[in-house]
Structure formats: C-alpha cells, structure tokens
C-alpha cells in the first residue's frame, strides 16, 4: 500500500461540547458541527479528530466513559452522529475519534456490577487487590489534583487501579473479555464510519498491573492484536496514539514485522512539542535539531503527529529541570499560568505574547517538520486562554465564531453555557472570531488557509523525508528540507528577533527553478541560494525541484 491517507492528513481536533451549539441548550452539539463543517473544509483540513464523543458524567471533560456505544445525549444521538460522518466524507474530511479504554468512569455499569458482588461476570474487568499496595501513593499522572493510584472501594472491600483520577477505573487488559470488548467498541464505530481512532493512554492500556510493582509489565502484544484486527475490519482504518514516553521505547509502540509498522500507525511527538517550547523560548534552533537527530528511524507505515497545542497542558516533563524553567520563565511565568509542576496551561497566541510573527512562524515550523500536522481549534483564530477556569478547562473554552451574543457559540444565556466564552480584551470574542478574520484576508485565519494550502502542494512533507541542512547559519536560524517521490521543499525558519542569512549555495544543483511558495514577506527570487535572507522571525518554503 503506497497511498496512505493519513501521511497527507491536515487533522483538526475538536470538543463538540465547545464548538458550536444548535439547540440554545449552552452545550456544542452534533448539529452545530455540522454546521460548521464548511468552515473546516475551507480551513483545509482532512481529518476531524472529536474528544470524546460519549455519554458520561463529564468529570474529565468526557475522558470519563459510561457508555462506549452512544454519543452523549447533550451532542445528539447515533443517527446525527451517522449524519455526520456522511456530510464530513462529502467533504473530502474523515473523522477520527478518541478511544479512551484504559479506564471507564465509576459510574460505568460495568464498575457499577463488578464492585456489587464477587460473583459479577464484570469482576475482574477491573483491577482489584484485597491487601492495601504498597505503591498506593505512585505514578499519578495529575499531581495536585490526584492522591494516589490505587482506592479502597467500600462496597467491593477491595482497592482498586486507577491510573488518572479515582472516578476512573482501570479496565484489566489480561483479562480476554476485556480485550474482545475493546475490539467490539472499535468494530461499531468502524461500522458507523469513522476512519480510526485516537487512543488514550496508551502505555497504561498495556500496563499489567500488579499490586505493588510501580513497574508492572506492559502487554505489548494487544497492540498488535488490535492492530490487525481493525485493519481486517476495515483496510485504511488508523491508529494515532497517545503515549508520552521515553524516545527508546517509541518504537514498540509503532511495532515492526519485517520492517513494517504492525502496531500504531500514528504517535503524537511529544519529544517534539517540547523542544519545539524550547526553541521557541530561546529563539534558538538547536533543541529541534537535536530532536530531529535524536528521532528514531520508523518501519515503514509508522508516521508522527505533530502538534504545538492540544486539549491538555503544554507537557514540559521531558525536558531537564532547567530548560523546563526557561519555557516557563518565557511562556508561563505565573503560577496560575502552570500546571502539575511540568505544564502550561496556555494556548499559543498568548505564549507568543499574541506577536503575528512569532505565531506564523512557530505554526509554518510545526506544519513542515516531518508528520502529519494536528491543530487545536480555535488555534487558527489565535484564541486566548480562560485562567479563571480551573486546571485544563483555561484552554477548552468555546470557539469563538462571531460578534453575536456568546461569540455566536450559542444562543444561551451567557451563565448557561457549558463554560464561559472568552470576552474583553484582544482576545474576546468581540475582537477575535471566525466572521472578522474571515473577511480580512491579512488574518491569522486566512494565513492559516493559505499556509494549509501550501502544504498540500509539498506532499513530501508527510511521505517523505525530513533533514536538517547542516550548514553555517546565523543562529536563530533552522534549515530543513523534505525529500519524496514528488520532489524536494527547502525550509528556513527563523527563530530569533533579528534577521539572518545562509549560503544553500550548494544545493543548487539540485535546483529547478527554485522559488518560494510561502514566506512572511516578499523575498528577492531565491537565485543560486546562495544568499538566502530571512526576517527576523520570519520564514521561507522554498520549491526546490518538483519531480513528475
Ligand atoms: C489523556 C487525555 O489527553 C487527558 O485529557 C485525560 O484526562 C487523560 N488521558 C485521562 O483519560
């Protein structure tokens, strides 16, 4: 298989609670989507991927399931969610949605059941032990808000796993009802048409755990399972996970039989959205070279997501302890500003000091490193943070459409809506929504239309190669240029403040009338290459040569 969708995939990801809402009821709902759908087709974009979709107590904005076979009756049901998926194909984009099975909510009936009675056929769904675990008070993953990892359960008289938040079980992956169950969920929806998912949590997914070993082994092996399982269901079906771990362990997660990706096809670089933070705040490449060395080389199929923003805080956890320090010194020096001792919860345009250049340039980077691109809504737009919101809800506020009452989100009454819409400053909604940008072809929304554009016009972005050029440069300075079958993009990113120069003088003779295809301003034609020029914080996608 050559042609792979989601090698060329513009993804967009979407709350439907946020987005926009049909029935004046304050909560985004499928119809409303729908009626958006235009709008991200013009955007560009390929592939809708939606935050969970399901009914649930909404405790974890919906990352707590209840049921896996419905959508919450706040968005809808099953026939607008079929509706949905038949308007996005009309439009040329798939829809992917978040598959959260590392855990159910407690209110679950599957929890509910298994902690009634020893004799429930759910009992060991879940993860249970009788004695108190010695490793009760480790691996939270939301410190501050989250005490321990294992809770006693009164009625069961038991403690149990939970690796997020104590309303959210962990389901037990040894055991083979469970992993046929997961399957089954994937099967429906697959049969309703989305086009694959993105998986929650995935090394918890495959975490064995044992009462007392922080270090339980992982079941790698239900990966592969699953894997083969949807693709037999339904042959362009995709995986794209979430799994924030150590760079050597990256590859057991994508799989490799005989050189091919037999496991996940997609992981979100989280390796690479924090040294992306860590370049960004110190106007100085060298962070994403490394990252770019560092990456390891994939089996065939295997593809990153790239991202800067997505619905959880900015994870800075993997950088040391300094470099963590001068991101939030540069990008959230409040303490409100921080969250868990590793992240921001702040969206872009606000950590770039809402500076134009800064934003074009950290997105047309983000967009043209190697993977396939995901954007946040409300990104394209520059949108602002809420900090009187608590924790991760500062960055979920709604999307911001127009001057109307609730930034057009809604008809509610403003105290009615499922949170509030961002008002006042540069970033209320009076000042920043869809309708203005959209009638201004100088706006963020409008370069992000043409930047889209561009990049579907550099398909070696996504299917072929990305290398640094290693060459002399002033140092706010990045070159990197993407090989495929199609031919070969030169790309210059600058970082820093001031302007800076690089001789490509000897990729010539690669050349075919090289020329820029997107750049923060007018350039003198491109020539030898041998005296590049680029503003400060300013950018250049050079066309190298086009192959037939
Ligand atoms: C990761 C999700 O991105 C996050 O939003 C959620 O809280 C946890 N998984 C638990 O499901």
Redesign the pocket.
């Given at each position: 298989m050559s042609d792979r969708w989601y090698q060329k995939a513009v993804i967009y990801c979407a709350d439907i609670d946020t987005f926009a809402d049909s029935n004046g009821d304050g909560v985004g709902d499928i119809k409303g989507l729908i009626g958006r759908l235009d709008y991200l087709a013009r955007l560009g974009i390929t592939c809708l991927w939606l935050?969970?979709i399901h009914p649930t107590p909404d405790r974890?904005?919906g990352?707590?399931v209840a049921d896996f076979y419905n959508v919450d009756p706040r968005f809808g049901n099953l026939g607008d969610f079929a509706d949905l998926l038949h308007q996005a194909r009309d439009r040329g984009i798939r829809v992917i949605i978040?598959l959260?099975v590392?855990?159910t909510s407690d209110q679950h009936p599957w929890f509910q059941s298994a902690r009634s009675s020893p004799d429930s056929p759910y009992r060991d769904w879940y993860v249970w032990s009788d004695a108190e675990p010695e490793d009760r008070h480790q691996g939270m993953?939301?410190p501050g808000e989250q005490a321990e990892t294992w809770s006693y359960d009164r009625t069961a008289k038991k403690w149990f796993y939970h690796?997020?938040?104590k309303f959210?079980p962990d389901l037990n992956i040894n055991n083979p009802e469970v992993r046929e169950e997961i399957k089954k969920i994937c099967a429906f929806w697959l049969q309703l048409g989305v086009s694959g998912f993105r998986m929650?949590?995935v090394p918890?997914i495959v975490e064995q755990t044992e009462p007392g070993n922080p270090d339980s082994p992982k079941d790698m092996e239900f990966l592969s399972e699953l894997r083969q399982y949807i693709q037999w269901r339904q042959g362009d079906a995709v995986l794209l996970a979430?799994a924030n771990v150590e760079p050597e362990q990256l590859k057991e997660f994508f799989g490799d039989a005989g050189g091919s990706a037999n496991r996940i096809h997609m992981l979100f670089d989280f390796m690479l959205n924090s040294r992306l933070m860590l370049s960004l705040a110190r106007g100085n490449p060298e962070a994403i070279i490394d990252a770019l060395r560092d990456t390891p080389k994939l089996p065939v199929g295997g593809q990153w997501a790239t991202f800067l923003r997505?619905?959880?805080e900015v994870d800075l956890s993997r950088l040391t302890a300094e470099q963590r320090a001068e991101v939030f010194a540069e990008f959230g020096p409040d303490e409100n500003m921080q969250l868990y001792g590793r992240g921001i919860r702040r969206r872009l345009a606000t950590m770039l000091g809402n500076d134009r250049r800064r934003i074009e340039l950290a997105y047309a980077l983000q967009f043209s490193l190697r993977g396939t691109p995901v954007l946040r809504y409300g990104e394209e737009l520059g949108m602002g943070e809420d900090l009187t919101q608590d924790g991760?809800n500062a960055i979920r506020t709604p999307m911001q459409w127009s001057l109307a009452a609730n930034g057009g989100f809604s008809t509610a009454a403003a105290d009615q809506l499922v949170r509030p819409v961002i008002t006042g400053g540069d970033y209320g909604y009076e000042r920043l929504n869809v309708t203005l940008q959209r009638h201004d072809t100088k706006s963020l929304l409008s370069w992000f239309e043409r930047m889209i554009r561009t990049l579907k016009e550099a398909p070696e972005v996504g299917t072929g190669s990305c290398t640094h050029v290693d060459v002399p440069a002033s140092t706010g300075l990045l070159v990197h240029r993407a090989d495929g079958a199609t031919g070969t993009v030169l790309f210059l990113h600058n970082l820093a403040p001031e302007a800076g120069e690089v001789d490509l003088g000897s990729l010539y003779p690669e050349a075919d009338f090289p020329n820029d295809v997107l750049a923060d301003q007018e350039y003198p034609e491109p020539g030898k290459l041998d005296k590049l020029t680029v503003g400060g914080y300013g950018y250049r996608w050079i066309r190298l040569c086009r192959k037939p």
């Open positions: 935050n969970p974890d904005d990352y707590d978040d959260v590392n855990h993953v939301f690796r997020f938040y959210q929650d949590a918890f979430e997505n619905h959880d991760r």
